[in-house]
């Protein structure tokens, strides 16, 4: 079967493909693979596709869409990126990381960015993001950003641009970790001869920078849990495959309880102590003392513990104004200001329509830009002008006019494509890309692929699941190993390559399992070693507390 019978749609010679030239040859950092995947066949490849399409449904990977919870779309024809451009995107999210870790601080303490004109003070005094029941706090290990996620896109010349910053609660690395175990029951002899870094020690780094964020008073061995919305929210896939990796308890508010301005969870053996809270929910409804008096997402005293030293949150309270699209335009300037260094990664040209002569060019040209809100997320809220009726654009410039300060405006990126499967065959399909970096205080670590996205309907700039997008596997190949076998490598590469045909790969790694011969039997994450407090413990603190 010839290549062109798999790959016949996706030849298009159009420029920005990053699999196939503008001329229809295979780009060298996707030859072994094409081929590979061109040896199957057309039906063959279509046959394992719908097989990862079922096996996601059997297992439960799903995202919520218009309501309803469907499998999560993968798509069988992975994303590469060789090691040279990796190590670039990678020294990118990390000085970013830096860059926004500093600009958190400064907001909630000194504020010397603004007292030394690098932002204007309206940007943090306008934001609803602010959090000023915290201000002036600073967590043990100085750590906001434990958990981030840095949407990329490529640019007409095959460069990474940076999209936007999710510092709050980012989400997607569940997909990252299923994508990659798919592809290995799937396919797994797509990654032999191809050094594929391995994802799978994310949950044991995330547990690690959670454990090296516990405050003093958390002694010898830090407890952490996952708290979740709840079962019916649309992540609560992703909440519960961390927290089972992690080896930790997945919470709901319920289970939690303040005593003594320490936070404790309820177990069938009494309140046990809580160290670190990844949460996984609005700072809204984290407690309904400081935020939303109706939340029953939340736990009362939560914030008063957090001052109190005594428990962390992760990411931490109040990190919106990162996530800020006003804040967006200025880290260029904060990376100077902070590091002393140059982006990296550049930020997509960007128009603050607070400035009254940005808003006025946007106005006049709303029809060529893309306009965003500045709190939006999921996609929600985005106008691309080229695409929208002329009765949106009439009533997109009331908003702008009435409140600039709310919107932010960019040109159309040409969002570069990927071979996708669809109806009828690989068609080439719009993709970003979500890399993730943990921050244990000492170092940050970028997880080696991160969650490419995919627009699958035809032409399609947005690729939110929210908007019905899906995903592929994201290959980061290792350096200097051209046409080395995984298996020969997998036990002596220190970058960790993909193996297949290891008994494990069906597996996520486990932080415990260096323990495991110390166990006869696996302990249950609910009812773990964690520290219990009594009765009598219960009632001193009461007493202390008044």
């Given at each position: 079967m010839s290549d062109t019978s798999l790959f016949r749609s996706s030849r298009t010679g159009a420029d920005g493909d990053e699999m196939f030239a503008a001329d229809g040859t295979v780009r060298p950092?996707?030859?072994?693979?094409?081929?590979?995947?061109?040896?199957?066949?057309p039906e063959e490849f279509r046959s394992r596709s719908e097989s990862l399409a079922r096996s996601y449904l059997d297992q439960g990977v799903t995202f919520d869409y218009a309501g309803e919870e469907r499998p999560f779309p993968?798509?069988?024809?992975?994303?590469?990126?060789?090691?040279?451009?990796?190590?670039?995107v990678s020294a990118g999210v990390t000085q970013r990381v830096r860059a926004l870790e500093a600009f958190l601080d400064d907001v909630y303490t000194d504020r010397r960015a603004i007292a030394d004109g690098v932002i204007p003070a309206e940007l943090v005094t306008s934001s609803t993001y602010v959090v000023d029941a915290v201000r002036g706090y600073r967590p043990a290990n100085g750590v906001?950003?434990?958990?981030?996620?840095?949407?990329?896109v490529r640019d007409g010349d095959g460069g990474f641009l940076v999209l936007e910053d999710n510092v709050r609660t980012p989400s997607g690395v569940s997909y990252v970790l299923s994508n990659r175990r798919a592809m290995a029951q799937g396919f797994p002899e797509l990654f032999a001869d191809r050094p594929v870094r391995r994802v799978g020690e994310y949950p044991g780094r995330l547990l690690a920078a959670l454990q090296a964020a516990a405050p003093d008073t958390a002694g010898e061995e830090a407890t952490v849990v996952v708290l979740t919305p709840g079962r019916y929210n649309s992540a609560y896939f992703e909440h519960s495959l961390v927290a089972r990796t992690m080896g930790v308890d997945l919470v709901e508010a319920s289970d939690l309880v303040e005593r003594g301005d320490r936070i404790y969870m309820r177990t069938t053996a009494g309140l046990r102590r809580v160290d670190v809270i990844y949460k996984r929910t609005d700072d809204d409804f984290l407690d309904p003392e400081v935020f939303r008096p109706d939340s029953m997402l939340g736990v009362p005293g939560l914030v008063r513990s957090v001052l109190a030293g005594n428990v962390v949150v992760a990411n931490a309270i109040g990190n919106g104004i990162a996530d800020d699209k006003l804040t967006y335009t200025y880290v260029p300037d904060l990376i100077r200001y902070y590091l002393s260094e140059e982006p990296i990664l550049?930020?997509?040209?960007?128009?603050?329509?607070?400035?009254?002569?940005?808003?006025v060019e946007v106005l006049d040209r709303l029809e060529e830009l893309v306009v965003k809100p500045v709190d939006g997320s999921g996609g929600?809220?985005?106008?691309?002008?080229p695409t929208a009726a002329r009765e949106e654009l009439d009533a997109l410039r009331k908003r702008l006019r009435a409140d600039p300060r709310g919107w932010i405006a960019q040109p159309v990126v040409q969002l570069s494509t990927i071979p996708t499967l669809v109806e009828e065959g690989p068609e080439p399909r719009h993709v970003d890309l979500r890399p993730f970096a943990l921050n244990s205080g000492d170092d940050v670590w970028v997880l080696p692929g991160g969650l490419t996205r995919v627009a699958l309907p035809r032409g399609e700039m947005i690729v939110n699941s929210s908007?019905?997008?899906?995903?592929k596997d994201t290959w980061v190949l290792a350096a200097g190993r051209p046409g080395a076998a995984?298996?020969?490598?997998?036990d002596q590469d220190e970058e960790g390559i993909e193996d297949p045909t290891d008994d494990k790969h069906d597996q996520f790694d486990d932080p415990r399992e260096e323990h495991a011969e110390e166990r006869e039997v696996e302990p249950d994450p609910v009812t773990s070693a964690i520290p219990i407090i009594e009765a009598d413990d219960e009632e001193e603190d009461r007493h202390d507390a008044q």
């Open positions: 950092t996707y030859r072994a693979l094409h081929d590979a995947l061109a040896g199957l066949g993968i798509d069988a024809i992975p994303r590469v990126i060789d090691a040279e451009e990796w190590t670039e906001r950003l434990h958990v981030s996620g840095i949407d990329l550049p930020n997509v040209d960007t128009w603050r329509l607070e400035e009254p002569d940005s808003l929600k809220g985005i106008v691309i002008g908007r019905g997008g899906g995903s995984a298996s020969s490598l997998a």
